[in-house]
């Protein structure tokens, strides 16, 4: 396999366009498997490489922002990083000559793998997926956008290895492959900062399946009304996410919970399982990744229980922080676009008050307006910068609190949140332009949440 990625290298100029985590990883990588190649770097905020990553040598070039994106005519490749939007390379360099990380893994290891992406519940359905087939004995990885890029596990692993791979739009927009099994979870407004118009995100999101052939599997959310009418073209195997009963292959959501449908005895998941993961969005996400275990031909329900039972779900998605005087907190920064904030309101039943806002994308709230403008009786803590923009929006304007920071919000949390009830962060909102990203948001919350333990 290593000739294989030696041939696809040598003797090519290749750029790294973009020299965070994954663009060190493709340095790393490529420089490992050929020495007859010309690797040139591209980031506006590197002045000079850290000698610790990068042994320099006369094929190795640094363009800060002086040359950023002046690529040579002779340029063969272009490994763009997710973080960069694809828009801003048009008419810089041609698109056949851009590809990813995932791009060129799906390639070679597309028929061991599958791929799941959505606006939101991906990474909660690939670590599900990941953990029941890990305890089935399978020699299977987690890798992706979880943190986690595919080259680093190209050195290390055998051809026969399992992949669970998490993919974002960012990702999946330069892909020309995909996944022998994929998953679209939903699609809602979401960076739309990153692409043209919220149609370029969708269809970035549909290259999941786009490429499949007949031989492969989509499991899509029929619930979902954006996704069904992107399906035109796709040959693999549809497999929906629906209440429609007459399906033979599908997992049906009923008033009692999900049933899984296929070439299988068909398995009924209770509302009443047990699980810490709450709600009914990750039910779902629970038997999608059940349903892909069984597509695989694991079936022991024993092991499969006790995977769920004991699941604790992720940081910062409905993960509780503490009991401050009576009042539950929880953390749902993960949350950035208002579908979710709604998910979580509903999981959690009990919320007394919510904590929203963050950067404005152009994400339209209408949705979450009418939420709270239903539930008269919900306290809101509204945040710069959606937070205070919605504050004219919503009614009864006594439950409603303008809070300037973080530290204010929680503050304000604790004197009016009920005992025996939740406060809860879910912004509905980026965290960019006051925190790196939502993790560090949601470790400054918990942070303002203790300090009075």
């Known amino acids: 396999m290593i000739d294989y990625w030696k041939s696809q290298f040598d003797n090519k100029k290749i750029v790294i366009l973009g020299f965070g985590q994954e663009g060190m990883s493709t340095y790393r990588f490529i420089r490992s ?64 000559k851009i590809t990813s990380q995932s791009n ?17 519940g991906k990474s909660t359905v690939s670590t599900l997926i990941y953990e029941l087939l890990k305890t089935e004995g399978l020699d299977v990885e987690l890798i992706g956008n979880i943190g986690k890029p595919p080259f680093d596990y190209i050195p ?8 669970v791979y998490e993919l974002s739009s960012h990702q ?4 020309s492959v995909s996944p022998k099994y994929g998953i679209v979870l939903n699609i809602f407004q979401e960076h739309l900062d990153h692409y043209a118009s919220y149609d370029h ?51 049906i959501v009923t008033p009692s919970g999900i049933d899984l449908v296929g070439d299988f005895d068909t398995l009924h998941l209770d509302q009443s399982l047990k699980r810490h993961i709450m709600g009914d969005h990750n039910l779902i996400n629970i038997g999608v990744a059940v ?24 940081p910062h998605r409905l993960a509780f922080v503490a009991n401050v005087n009576g009042v539950d907190f929880y953390n749902d920064s993960i949350s950035t676009i208002p579908q979710a904030t709604i998910a979580a309101i509903n999981a959690l039943q009990k919320v007394d008050s919510v904590i929203i806002g963050g950067m404005d994308r ?21 945040l710069p910068t959606t937070g205070h923009h919605l504050y004219n929006r919503l009614e009864h304007q006594e439950r409603l609190f303008l809070a300037k920071d973080m530290e204010e919000a929680v503050i304000t949390g604790k004197r009016i949140t009920v005992r025996d009830s939740i406060c809860l962060l879910s912004p509905a909102a980026a965290s960019y332009g006051v925190y790196k990203n939502f993790e560090s948001r949601g470790r400054h919350f918990e942070s303002f949440v203790k300090d009075s333990l």
């Open 172 to 175: 999946l927009e330069t892909v």
């Open 33 to 96: 498997v050929s020495d007859k190649c010309l690797i040139q770097v591209m980031d506006q905020n590197i002045d000079k490489p850290d000698d610790l990553l990068i042994d320099i040598d006369i094929s190795t070039y640094f363009y800060p922002k002086k040359r950023y994106l002046e690529f040579d005519q002779d340029v063969d490749m272009v490994f763009k990083s997710p973080g960069i939007p694809l828009m801003h390379l048009k008419g810089f360099i041609e698109p056949n």
């Open 362 to 382: 152009g994400v339209d709230y209408g949705c979450l307006v009418d939420y709270i403008n239903d539930h008269k009786s919900l306290k809101v803590i509204l």
């Open 104 to 120: 060129e893994f799906i390639k070679v290891y597309k028929d061991h793998m599958v791929g799941i992406t959505g606006t939101k």
């Open 156 to 163: 290390q692993k055998d051809p026969s290895t399992f992949f």
């Open 201 to 251: 995100y969708a269809e970035a999101k549909m290259n999941i399946g786009r490429y499949q052939s007949e031989e492969d599997t989509l499991i899509y959310s029929a619930l979902d009304k954006e996704i069904p009418k992107r399906l035109s073209g796709h040959k693999g195997k549809l497999i929906p996410i629906t209440k429609d009963d007459s399906v033979k292959r599908g997992l």
């Open 291 to 314: 349903y892909i275990t069984l597509l695989l031909g694991y079936n022991q329900s024993e092991k499969r229980e006790k995977v769920i039972e004991t699941f604790p779900g992720l």
